[in-house]
Every structure is written in structure tokens, then in C-alpha cells.
Nanobody, 129 residues
């Protein structure tokens, strides 16, 4: 089974920066290695639906961002350790949410909540004004 283990969530002040990590490991039941999946980040604020934040292809060359984070967030992937990072800058109170790491078969799929194959455990990020 593909496992996604997250770290880095905490409380910060508005304007601060924070980096989340997601370490991928294992294989799916069909034998597909975690390193071949596209990875992404979603977030879910209290009382709201889970929304796409950022994603990247399995090799990390192609990326995609949600409109609300473009220019402030950067997603990257270290191939050697199979770890994805979400660097968040100029954080705002509206960035407060539980952030989830996600894996899907393609960059197109990792942007769609219903097409996610595996989820991380979630990390609480709180931005205070």
C-alpha cells in the first residue's frame, strides 16, 4: 500500500512562511511504486469542502496551483527521498486549514479530489492575524 506521511503543520502569524513535507513510500496493490504517482496538496477549512492547492508530476517537472495560492506557494519534489514539499509564503488567515497530501495516477488526476488514490493523515495549519 502507498503511504503518505506528512509533517510540518503548526500555528504561525500572518505574513510568515511555513513548509509542509510529505514522504511517500510503498506500492499500490497493483504493484505501482509510490515514486511513479503524481503528488499534490489539498486543504480543508472548517465547514468547507476540501480544495486543491498544488500538485506536481511524478518527476516534478510539471506543476499546477490553485488560484488562491498562486505566487505565494511553491510545490517541489525530491526524487531521491520521494518527498514532496509545500513552501508557503506570505501566509494569510484564510490559509488556515487541515492540509492533506495526495497521490494520483497523473497530474490531471491529482487536481481532482474524487480521483485521488491515496491520502496523507492531514496537518493542521493555523494562521493568526
Amino acid at each position: 500500500q502507498v503511504q503518505l506521511v506528512q509533517s510540518g503543520g503548526r500555528s504561525v502569524q500572518a505574513g510568515a512562511s511555513l513548509t509542509l513535507s510529505c514522504a511517500a513510500s510503498g506500492r499500490s496493490t497493483s504493484g505501482r511504486a509510490s515514486s511513479s504517482y503524481a503528488l499534490g496538496w489539498f486543504r480543508q477549512a472548517a465547514g468547507k469542502e476540501r480544495e486543491f492547492v498544488a500538485g506536481l508530476s511524478w518527476i516534478g517537472f510539471s506543476t499546477y496551483y490553485g488560484d488562491s495560492v498562486k505566487g505565494r506557494f511553491n510545490v517541489s519534489r525530491d526524487i531521491a527521498s520521494n518527498t514532496m514539499y509545500l513552501q508557503m509564503k506570505e501566509m494569510k488567515p484564510e490559509d488556515t486549514a487541515v492540509y492533506y497530501c495526495a497521490a494520483a495516477k497523473s497530474l490531471e488526476s491529482v487536481r481532482v479530489r474524487e480521483l485521488i488514490d491515496f491520502w496523507g493523515q492531514g496537518s493542521q495549519v493555523t494562521v493568526s492575524s
